[in-house]
C-alpha cells in the first residue's frame, strides 16, 4: 500500500509571509469563541488565521485561478479546524506524539537550508521573523494528524490487481507519455557553506572559486563515486554527502522531458538505463552524479512499470471519502458546540444536539483558554 502524505510539508520560508499575516491579522480582531471541540475552543482569531492560510495554500497551488478556488474553500474553513482538533484529539488517544517525527524533520529543513546545526535553524527563523516554536509546533501538528490519517484510514485501503488493470484501460490517453528520465543527484559543491540569509537582503553572489576548495570537492566527489560502484545506496549518499537542496529527498530532482537539461547532461543521462548513474560531472556549482530513477520511453507504458503510481492515483480516490466518513464518525462521538452564525460544512446529523453558545464577553474565559490550549501544545 503506498504511503500518502496526507499535509504537505511546509519549507521554513514559505512560513515567513503566513505567519507574519497571522500577527497582524490575529492584533486586530475582537476575539470570542465561536466553536468548542470536547474542553477545546476554537477563537473568531483562529478561524481568520485559518482562512489566511488557506489563501496562502491556493496561491501557492494554483498561482493562476487561486482566487476561484479560494472562494468554494473560504466556507470549510471551520470544518477545517475541527477536522484537526478531532485528529489530534485521536492521536492522543493512540499515543501518537510526532516528537521524534518532527525532530527529524526540522533537521532535514536544517540541511535543505544549508545549516550546521539546530540553534542556526533557530537563528535564522528569527531573521525571517517566524516564530520558531510555533513553527515547530505546526510541524508536529502535521505529522501527527498525518499518521493518525495513515493508520486509522489509509491503513483500512484496499487496492485490487482489477482495479489497476480497470483504472489503467480506462486512462490509455492519459498515460501516453513522451521519452522522459526522473534523476537523482549528489552535489559536492566547490563552494564554501552560505551564511544564513538575513530578512530583507538580496542573496550573496557565488564567491570565486578556490582551488584548494576545488581540489578537495573533486576528490570527495571520486570517493562517493567509489562507494556507489561498490554498491552504496545512491539516496543515502545524497542525503549524508550532497550539496544540493535536494539532498533531504535522497537527491530526487524530479522529471525531465528531451529538452529541458543542458545539452550535456541530456547526453549523459538519456543513454542510461533505470537505476544507473553518470560518471563524476564538472558543472558551475561543483561536482554532480546523477542517477536515473526510472528512464520511460515514449507511449503509454506497460502497466507493470506504473503500477505503483496506479494505486498511488486509485489510493488518493478512495482517500478523500474515506477520511469524510471517518471525521464524520468521529463528529458523532464527540462533543462539538458551534456558535449561531458559524457553520461546521462537516457536521453530520447523527451529533448530539448542540447546546447555544452564549455570547463570550468575558476576556478571561478566552484567556485561560488560551492558555490551556498552550499548555497541552494544541496551537493554531
Known amino acids: ?9 511546509t519549507p521554513l520560508l514559505v512560513l515567513v509571509l503566513l505567519v507574519c499575516t497571522f500577527q497582524l491579522r490575529a492584533d486586530n480582531i ?9 474542553d477545546y475552543i476554537i477563537t473568531r482569531s483562529d478561524f ?10 491556493m496561491k501557492e497551488r494554483y498561482p493562476s485561478d487561486w482566487q476561484t478556488r479560494v472562494n468554494d474553500k473560504q466556507k470549510d474553513v471551520l470544518r477545517e479546524l475541527i477536522d484537526q482538533q478531532l485528529l489530534l484529539d485521536k492521536g492522543k488517544e493512540l499515543g501518537i506524539t510526532g ?7 526540522l533537521d ?6 544549508h545549516l550546521a546545526t539546530m540553534e542556526d535553524l533557530v537563528k535564522a527563523a528569527e531573521q525571517q521573523g517566524v516564530a520558531y516554536e510555533e513553527f515547530k509546533e505546526r510541524t508536529r501538528i502535521g505529522i501527527v494528524t498525518q499518521q493518525v490519517v495513515g493508520r486509522e484510514v489509509g491503513s483500512r485501503i484496499h487496492i485490487t490487481s482489477d482495479e489497476v488493470q480497470a483504472w489503467y484501460q480506462q486512462h490509455q490517453n492519459d498515460l501516453e507519455m513522451p521519452e522522459q528520465v526522473r534523476l537523482a543527484e549528489i552535489l559536492i559543491s566547490t563552494q564554501p557553506p552560505k551564511p544564513p540569509m538575513e530578512k530583507g537582503k538580496e542573496p550573496a553572489a557565488p564567491l570565486p572559486e578556490d582551488p584548494a576548495q576545488v581540489a578537495q570537492a573533486e576528490a570527495r566527489a571520486k570517493e562517493v563515486m567509489e562507494e556507489l560502484r561498490k554498491g552504496a545506496k545512491f539516496e543515502e549518499l545524497a542525503k549524508k554527502d550532497s550539496n ?18 543542458a545539452h550535456e547532461l541530456e547526453e549523459k543521462t538519456f543513454s542510461l538505463k533505470t537505476g544507473e548513474f553518470t560518471d563524476v560531472i564538472r558543472t558551475k556549482q561543483g561536482f554532480l552524479i546523477l542517477k536515473v530513477i526510472e528512464h520511460q520511453k515514449a507511449g503509454v507504458p506497460a502497466v507493470k512499470e506504473i503500477e505503483d503510481r496506479i494505486r498511488e492515483a486509485i489510493y488518493s480516490q478512495k482517500l478523500e471519502p474515506a477520511l ?33 453558545l452564549a455570547p463570550v464577553t468575558s476576556r478571561d474565559e478566552i484567556k485561560s483558554a488560551k492558555a490551556k490550549k498552550k499548555k497541552k501544545f494544541w496551537l493554531f
Open 1 to 9: 500500500m503506498p504511503k500518502k502524505t496526507w499535509l504537505k510539508n
Open 48 to 57: 481568520e488565521k485559518g482562512k489566511v492560510t488557506q489563501i496562502e495554500e
Open 244 to 261: 544540493g537542496t535536494t539532498a533531504a529527498q535522497g537527491g530526487d530532482l524530479g522529471t525531465f522531458k528531451r529538452g529541458e537539461l
Open 30 to 38: 475582537v476575539d470570542e469563541i465561536i466553536a468548542r471541540v470536547g
Open 324 to 356: 469524510r466518513a471517518y471525521l464524520t464518525r468521529l463528529r458523532e462521538e464527540a462533543y462539538i458546540d458551534v456558535r449561531p452564525g458559524y457553520v461546521d460544512t462537516g457536521a453530520s446529523p447523527r451529533q448530539s444536539k448542540p447546546v447555544v
Open 99 to 105: 516528537d521524534i517525527e518532527t525532530t527529524k524533520r
Open 108 to 113: 532535514e529543513i536544517r540541511r535543505q537550508l
